[in-house]
């Protein structure tokens, strides 16, 4: 699946999906990387899912990794990766689909720090797809610093 055609900034991507937060908050408490999830403002009107990646997976000069989630009814989102080091820099990217006026509707914002984005493709748009691409990006990204 391509990557949606750009559309103009039209504002809100709509309101939040809680069944689907709930449904994927499940999913990260059996990670094995998740040490901690927590609905924002609280589950009962979840708006934001954020879940605490285990830091002790990091090698030293990671302190903290934490994903952001935001689904919502009309199908976007926003899965927000981001890491803080020893000091006090970010590694950040972020899987979005929403209207905007910079990209597609669906993109990726570029780490190191998530400011620039490309169009995005991906061969489903399910959120559990979604999710598996986006631990399966974090699982590398680990991979990747333990290498360096």
Do not use: K
């Amino acid at each position: 699946m391509g990557p949606d055609p750009p559309t103009p900034n039209s504002g809100s991507p709509g309101p939040p999906d809680r069944q689907t937060l709930q449904l994927l908050a499940r999913h990260l408490r059996n990670e094995a990387l998740i040490v901690e999830t927590a609905f924002d403002p609280d589950s009962y009107e979840p708006r934001l899912l954020h879940a605490l990646v285990d830091a002790g997976q990091y090698p030293e000069g990671v302190i903290a990794a934490r994903l952001d989630i935001r689904w919502f009814t009309t199908g976007d989102f926003s899965f927000h990766y981001v890491e803080t080091h020893e000091d006090e820099s970010r590694w950040e990217c972020r899987w979005d689909r929403h209207p905007n006026p910079h990209n597609a509707r669906l993109h990726f914002h570029e780490p190191p720090t998530a400011v620039d984005a490309t169009d995005l493709s991906l061969s489903s748009r399910h959120p559990l797809d979604i999710y598996s691409t986006v631990l399966d990006a974090i699982e590398g990204r680990i991979q990747t610093l333990w290498e360096n």
